[in-house]
């Protein structure tokens, strides 16, 4: 599951041995009640988290961080 609490992005993740039904709450960006796993990508200016089935396939992606561009005025 993915959740946005407070600014903050929060992967929460259930016991791998059950599967069970999830439910969105109003901060829930993504929830999966099947077996799955979670990935982070760290690139030099963002990150990514991306959530996959257990055969692999991609459920959902989401930006995590974006470094903000710094402006320089001559």
Not at 19 to 27: A, F, I, N, Q
Not at 41 to 54: K, L
Not at 57 to 70: I, W
């Amino acid at each position: 599951m993915l959740r946005s609490e407070c600014g903050l992005n929060l992967v929460v993740s259930g016991a791998a041995a059950k599967v069970r039904k999830t439910s969105y709450g109003s901060e829930t960006l993504f929830a999966f009640g099947g077996r799955g796993f979670t990935v982070l990508e760290f690139f030099q200016d963002q990150a990514f988290v991306n959530f996959y089935s257990s055969n692999g396939r991609l459920l959902y992606r989401e930006t995590v961080f974006k470094r903000k561009k710094k402006v320089c005025v001559s």
